[in-house]
């Protein structure tokens, strides 16, 4: 466990991590000589200290690899030209520190504010509006829940601390007991139920969070819990699983769950989900996508994101009057606060390739799958892939010939004006298209967004599609059946894309499972292909999520990568051999640089040559969750030596001892 406090640090941070779209913080007195008696007394100080934790602790479209629109990298949706380790076998070994994943620096900056501030509050000691002053502290218990949601994914089991600690070594190894997963997922959803209370009677903009993104995260980490207890049952991955490690620890031995068993717990979670998400569900306005991908050129950029308001909200100034938008970041250049994702949706998604099995997940228009459709007229072609499928493909996916800029309002050094053959021969990971399929999402019509660096259209980062889409799931999951608000959701989902067919059991009926499982990991539970109901719910959240970090998230929980274990995946992106669309390139350098036609007639991005993802990408059941760091084993030793008598315990299946691969 990480033993420094970063007491002091924290008080230097609260301006120094804020953001632009926060009330006037800028024209605030300095706070780097603050101490803990005279701060923390003015409503303005608890604005100033939890601007600094948006940009720490919640997700940020500062580049397309690690970004938003790139957040599905190294999964069946998006690959990048490097395979990642995970899918490699004995490449992801144990570590001693596991870098800055293991750190409990955010949690710790976030105690601090509640040993400070809630003594305070509660004696009357805080000026100010009391709406206000209430909001701020909902918003850090918001963030509490954030940070130790994305520990419990990374982790599992996890510690559960709530305040700051004393800098002494016993007191910090008893906090390092770890915590069943459930326990952790059953604090979260306390601090987000806290987060709701406190931020309820506030009317903040949207640039700030606010009661509904509390539902909102809610229902995602209580679906999260209750499909990971569900799909992992009897195995070391769940409390009081078969070769569960928290069982070697004295504090967890006899653990028992507060429900009384596993099923009744994962189904609480799930019954938590429903609730929250049909709170968000019920008010959800979705916006439109007209199937319009804006071309006329001149046009002013209010007209042309008027065209399609759908892919405008991915590419936009201004996120204000997007209803279905609960909590964007604002990006502002004269600040010095900006990204790169317009240049990146203009070239190849930054070496973020679209995957062959993303592309035909899509239904036609129609509603069948595009094995099953008429109206599918093949992949020989970019433009025959985008004719008659599903409009959320058909905007975002781009092809040549179309224009990207639109409106000539500055001059941007990285622009491409208009959309060019895929460049997969190109080496620079600026330009090269990774699969041949690339998106346009997040791009901007002006030319002055086209700089290098200097892109600042505002980052949708919370949206109410994901409830409906968590409430339709988590319903499923609970009772194996659909209800009517289900239903009624899965409807609204698909009646935003204009001129798509909204019943969704045209699509259920129409499904080959086997034809399915070729190209999508959601297709599987535990290694075995699933029912055509649950899988169309998971199809939809694919297509409807695409790019915007959840795929990792769902194959983890839905324990959708053991078949990769025992029969290696080939990543596949466009058609290019035997097809028009071979003839773009030069018949020699294409003939030594992408994978062989012998291999496939689709482009295979990790078997150009010999490589260690050559022969495919593979899977440990200890992927699932990442190994404890070996040094932290051994600091929270008797000896502070020796890992195997540490309080903490190791992952399932990973070793204790440093640069050793999954046994498992």
């Known amino acids: 466990m990480n033993t420094k406090l970063y007491l002091r640090a924290a008080l230097a941070l609260m301006v120094a ?8 913080y800028l024209d605030k007195e300095p ?5 803990p008696e005279n701060y923390f007394t003015q409503e303005a100080h608890l604005e100033a ?8 602790v919640l997700p940020s479209s500062g580049n397309w690899s690690y970004g938003t629109y790139g957040g599905d990298l190294n999964t069946d949706n998006m690959v990048s030209n490097v395979a990642d380790g995970m899918y490699i076998k004995d490449d992801w070994r144990t570590s001693m520190s596991d870098g800055d994943n293991y750190t409990f620096t955010n949690i710790n900056t976030i105690n601090y504010f509640f040993d400070q501030v809630m003594p305070k509050y509660e004696e009357g000691q805080i000026q100010g509006n009391v709406a206000n002053i209430r909001h701020y502290i909902g918003e850090m218990h918001f963030m509490r829940a954030y940070q130790y949601f994305t520990m419990m994914q990374r982790y599992g089991d996890f510690p559960i601390i709530t305040t700051c600690l004393p800098e002494e070594l016993g007191a910090l190894t008893e906090a390092s007991k770890r915590s069943p997963m459930n326990e952790v997922a059953r604090f979260i959803l306390e601090e987000l139920d806290l987060a709701y209370d406190f931020m309820k009677d506030s009317q903040m903009a949207r640039t700030r969070l606010n009661s509904d993104v509390a539902l909102l995260i809610k229902s995602r980490v209580a679906l999260y819990t209750g499909t990971w207890l569900k799909n992992f049952a009897g195995t070391p991955f769940v409390p009081n699983g078969e070769g569960w490690p928290g069982k070697e620890k004295e504090y967890n031995a006899n653990y028992q769950f507060p429900t009384g068993s596993l099923e009744a717990e994962a189904n609480w979670f799930l019954d938590q989900a429903i609730a929250a998400a049909k709170e968000v569900g019920d008010k959800a306005t979705l916006t439109p996508n007209t199937g319009i991908v804006p071309q006329t050129e001149g046009a002013s950029i209010s007209a042309l994101e008027a065209e399609n308001p759908f892919l405008a909200m991915f590419g936009t100034l201004d996120l204000s009057s997007y209803n279905e938008v609960m909590f964007w970041r604002q990006y502002d250049r004269g600040l010095g606060i900006q990204h790169n994702i317009v240049v990146y949706a203009q070239k190849g998604n930054r070496a973020c390739g679209t995957t062959r099995g993303m592309v035909d997940s899509f ?11 008429p109206l599918y007229q093949g992949d020989e072609t970019l433009h025959n892939v985008r004719l008659n499928r599903d409009p959320r493909l058909f905007v975002q996916l781009k092809e040549p010939g179309q224009m990207n800029i639109l409106v000539n309002d500055g001059v941007g050094d990285h622009g491409v004006p208009e959309e060019k053959y895929p460049a997969i021969l190109d080496s620079d990971v600026e330009n090269i298209y990774t699969t041949g399929y690339a998106l346009r999402k997040g791009n901007y019509y002006g030319s002055q967004m086209a700089g290098n660096g200097n892109n600042y259209t505002a980052c949708p980062v919370f949206r109410s599609n994901e409830a409906l889409l968590n409430y339709i799931e988590a319903y499923y999951e609970r009772y194996g059946s659909l209800d009517g608000t289900a239903d009624q959701y899965w409807r609204k989902l698909r009646a935003r894309n204009e001129g798509m067919e909204t019943d969704y059991n045209i699509t259920i009926n129409a499904t080959d499972m086997q034809q399915e499982a070729k190209g999508d990991w959601g297709a599987y539970t535990a ?3 699933i029912d055509p109901v649950r899988y169309n719910i998971r199809r939809e959240r694919r297509c409807e999520l695409m790019a915007e970090s959840f795929r990792m998230m769902d194959l983890k929980r839905w324990r959708s990568l053991d078949q990769l274990i025992t029969n290696k995946y080939h990543i596949e992106g466009f058609h290019i051999w035997g097809t028009p669309m071979e003839q773009w390139y030069d018949a020699k350098q294409l003939a030594a640089t992408i994978s062989s036609p012998e291999r496939s007639e689709y482009m295979r991005p990790f078997e150009a040559k010999q490589n260690k993802a050559f022969d495919g ?28 008598e540490s309080v903490i315990y190791q992952n399932p299946y990973w070793p204790i001892e440093a640069n050793m691969p999954a046994t498992k």
């Open 17 to 24: 991590g804020s953001f632009s779209s926060c009330n006037d």
């Open 31 to 35: 706070l780097s000589n603050a101490t």
């Open 49 to 56: 200290y939890a601007n600094g934790r948006y940009t720490e």
């Open 363 to 373: 239904v036609c228009e129609d509603g069948l799958p595009i094995y099953a459709s």
């Open 527 to 529: 290694g075995v292909i």
């Open 617 to 644: 990408l593979t899977w440990d059941m200890a992927h699932y969750l990442r190994p404890i760091p070996i040094y932290q084993m051994m600091l929270t030793s008797p000896d502070a030596a020796t890992a195997s």
